[in-house]
Structures are given as structure tokens and as C-alpha cells.
């Protein structure tokens, strides 16, 4: 089992800059990659950024040279800095841990982006 606690969401007006906060524990040996998703009112979850455990990261092209996906081993934590934030942006953003069997997600936290 592994257990994902997010933080950092919160109102941005457009083109400021939010970082979003991970924490993973539990059985985080097993987990593989770990990503961002989020989740509009109305709309499906997509993703929005991965990295894999050998540090591979991969984006949507709406976020590419906005976001950044990094992460701490020593912490158990991945974060997701947002920058040049847009109204488009708005959404549940949750965190998500893969070990190639299960999927694990966080609560989620709400990002607002005010024009």
C-alpha cells in the first residue's frame, strides 16, 4: 500500500506561479513512476506530468515549458512547479503512484487560476 498527501493548491491570478507537494509512504520501494493528473469540473482526469524512477519525465503539451515535474528520494516527495499559470489550468490536481500493479492517488488539491 502506498498513501499520497498533496498540498500547495490554492487561487493564482494568470501568469503566476503555484508548486504543488506529494508525499508518498508505505510501500514506496515498489513504486515505478509517479505523476500529476488533473481533473476539470465537467471533464475527464488527464495527465499532466510522470516521472519514472530512473528520473525519466514526460508532459502534456499544454503544460511543456511551463510545468515542472521533480522529485525528492530523500523526502518521499514529488512536486509539480507551475509557472505562467493560465485560467485554462483550473482544475483538482491530484498525485498518483504507479508500481506496475496498482494505481494510488491522492485526495487531490484545488488549483484556481483567475483571469
Known amino acids: 500500500q502506498v498513501q499520497l498527501v498533496e498540498s500547495g493548491g490554492g487561487l493564482v491570478q494568470a501568469g503566476g506561479s503555484l508548486r504543488l507537494s506529494c508525499a508518498a509512504s508505505?510501500?514506496?520501494?515498489?513504486?515505478?513512476?509517479m505523476g500529476w493528473y488533473r481533473q476539470a469540473s465537467g471533464k475527464q482526469r488527464d495527465l499532466v506530468a510522470v516521472?519514472?524512477?530512473?528520473?525519466?519525465?514526460n508532459y502534456a503539451d499544454s503544460v511543456k515549458g511551463r510545468f515542472t515535474i521533480s522529485r525528492d528520494n530523500a523526502k518521499n516527495t514529488v512536486y509539480l512547479q507551475m509557472n505562467s499559470l493560465k485560467p485554462e489550468d483550473t482544475a483538482v490536481y491530484y498525485c498518483?503512484?504507479?508500481?506496475?500493479?496498482?494505481?494510488?492517488w491522492g485526495q487531490g488539491t484545488q488549483v484556481t487560476v483567475s483571469s
Open positions: 516521472i519514472t524512477s530512473g528520473g525519466t519525465t
Open positions: 508505505g510501500s514506496i520501494f515498489s513504486i515505478k513512476a
Open positions: 498518483n503512484a504507479d508500481d506496475s500493479i496498482y494505481d494510488y
